[in-house]
């Protein structure tokens, strides 16, 4: 049965070779006159990429100042940083030009620029709600989070080791320059946590127990295959520009909500599971997604049997058997298989961390306080649900 929903996704996409010439343009025609530009590493000081950028940016008249060197799992203490420059030179325009961190990093401080007597940390904290929030574009460089059109953000405030997520249309981007060539030097292991990252997105709206609707489910396995497809493509061929492009707008799709229209609201217990993970061991957070996945799976496949033996055999392509709990295991350990043949792990073991008993507790804990008690829909799982998972996957 489908539910009601509302779909938004206004972000401008900017799409395809040499469309980076256009930032400038795009920047002004969304009123921006001085942007902060966000980015990770001097990768892109290197290659020539923020030349193209400023290059752009002045000769639209836009001026602009620089805020490098954000982490994965990005920490707080970079945006209250990019807060304080903003206030001190007048921004009044973010534009990250990176991947999903980078994207979050920019969109938290667009919001504590638009309400400079907020702490905005307590967006993340959920005790209260964004009432505005600075234009943010983006010109991507990793396709994984679909941070560029999407509402979410995530940052980690690294004195407590907490990995926290908050969710407003405010922040949707205004646009999102997406040029796949700027993808192709990127390390395999980074690729392909990407591409494991933009299935997550996918499968954390398709596993749910309150509704789908078959058009929805049926663009959600298409990516789903697609993703697969072409992540074993760049596994052995990571300069091919159409494998690039496929993996880069697929990335977009998963995480602006048209593979969640119709449904409940999706599950999204792996991605608050490796949330913990993340916070405590600062693991990558692809990684950390394919390693928690299969013992998620295996613990609430029972309760949500015919979305598992759907997924087995029109995603995985297995052929099903007479017993559902071994169709349902079948594309379990396909999936397995396809997280090996890329490169990442299906445990916490192969991901090279080793959590103490009293460590898992403390992310269960952790992780049932941020959902309230209570995550998921495949299956709601509490606190001691959410142990026995993390155990199952060490």
């Known amino acids: 049965m489908a539910n009601n929903f509302n779909y938004y996704s ?10 980076i010439r256009e930032v400038g343009s795009a920047v002004k025609k969304y009123h921006g006159s001085k942007a902060l530009i966000v980015y990770g590493s001097s990768r892109i000081l290197k290659n020539g990429l923020m030349d193209q950028v400023t290059d752009s940016l002045k000769t639209a008249g ?13 920490h707080l203490s970079k945006v209250y940083e990019g807060i304080s420059i903003g206030k ?58 679909g ?42 292991y980074q690729t392909e946590s990407g591409c494991t990252d933009i299935m997550m997105h996918t499968m954390e709206r398709y596993f749910t ?29 990571p300069q091919n520009y159409e494998a690039r492009a496929e993996i880069m707008w697929s990335g977009s799709l998963a995480h602006n909500n048209l593979t969640g229209c ?25 990684a950390g997604l394919a390693a928690i996945w299969p013992s998620w799976a295996r613990y609430v496949a029972n309760n949500c049997m015919h979305r598992f033996v759907r997924f087995a055999v029109n995603v995985m392509q297995v052929t099903p058997d007479q017993d559902d709990a071994v169709t349902v295991e079948r594309g379990i350990q396909a999936m397995e298989a396809f997280y090996h043949e890329i490169g990442m792990p299906i445990n916490m073991d192969e991901l090279g961390i080793h959590p103490t008993d009293d460590q898992l507790l403390e992310m269960a804990k952790r992780c049932a306080d941020a959902g309230g008690g209570t995550i998921g829909s495949a299956m709601v799982l509490k606190e001691e649900d959410m142990y026995e998972i993390y155990k199952a996957a060490f």
Not at 157 to 184: H, S, V
């Open 10 to 19: 206004p972000t401008e996409v900017i799409f395809g070779k040499d469309t």
């Open 62 to 74: 836009i001026t602009y100042e620089l805020l490098g060197g954000v982490v994965p799992n990005p």
């Open 88 to 145: 001190r030179e007048g921004i009044d325009f973010l534009l990250a030009v990176g991947g999903g961190s980078v994207i979050d990093t920019a969109k938290a401080i667009a919001y504590g620029l638009a309400e400079p007597d907020q702490d905005v940390w307590t967006l993340y904290e959920h005790t209260r709600s964004a009432s505005a929030c600075l234009p943010v574009g983006v010109v991507l460089t990793i396709a994984a989070a």
């Open 147 to 188: 941070s560029e059109t999407s509402n979410g953000s995530v940052i980690t405030n690294e004195k407590e080791g907490m990995k926290r997520a908050y969710d407003d249309d405010l922040a949707r981007p205004k646009f999102a320059i997406m040029n796949p060539e700027l993808t192709i030097s990127l390390p395999d």
């Open 209 to 237: 127990s309150g509704g789908n609707m078959e058009i929805t489910d049926s663009i959600a396995e298409g990516l789903l295959r697609t993703v697969m497809q072409y992540a074993k493509v760049l596994h052995i061929d």
């Open 262 to 286: 119709g449904n409940d609201g999706g599950d999204f217990a792996t991605h608050m599971l490796e949330h913990e993970l993340g916070g405590m061991f600062d693991v990558t957070h692809g």
